[in-house]
């Protein structure tokens, strides 16, 4: 069981990294002005892969996130860190709820861009 906790963990941490990598992602590459149509297309294509690994990252970090919960006092709890600990993961899960948030913000945007860019396509 505590080999399947481990990896249950590495996946939410994983999920955790690949939301943050497409969020950064999503920030460089709609940062850039255009000013070339087929440019655009390209990106849109881009952008559609780089938003499903993404949900699928948002995916992975609820899924795992509920099964890390779970086991956490069985598992993970350190009786000499106390309630310490309990702080530095509410510190921590506010620091990456600020990240999930600009990650979203950048998601919408990029979201927009591609159905606005195939909309284009087809006209």
Avoid: C
Wanted: charged share 15%; net charge positive.
């Amino acid at each position: 069981m505590a080999i399947l906790v481990l990896l249950n963990n590495f996946l939410h941490d994983f999920s955790a990294a690949g939301w943050l990598f497409g969020s950064v992602l999503l920030w460089s590459m709609m940062r850039k002005e255009l000013s070339n149509p087929g440019a655009g297309r390209v990106i849109a294509d881009s952008l559609k892969t780089v938003l499903f690994l993404m949900r699928l990252s948002l995916g992975g970090i609820v899924v795992f996130g509920i099964v890390r919960t779970l086991a956490y006092k069985t598992y993970e709890w350190n009786a000499a860190a106390g309630q310490s600990q309990i702080t530095l993961l509410i510190i921590k899960h506010v620091i990456l709820t600020g990240i999930f948030a600009v990650g979203l913000i950048y998601y919408i945007r990029a979201r927009k861009f591609v159905r606005k860019a195939l909309n284009e396509q087809t006209e």
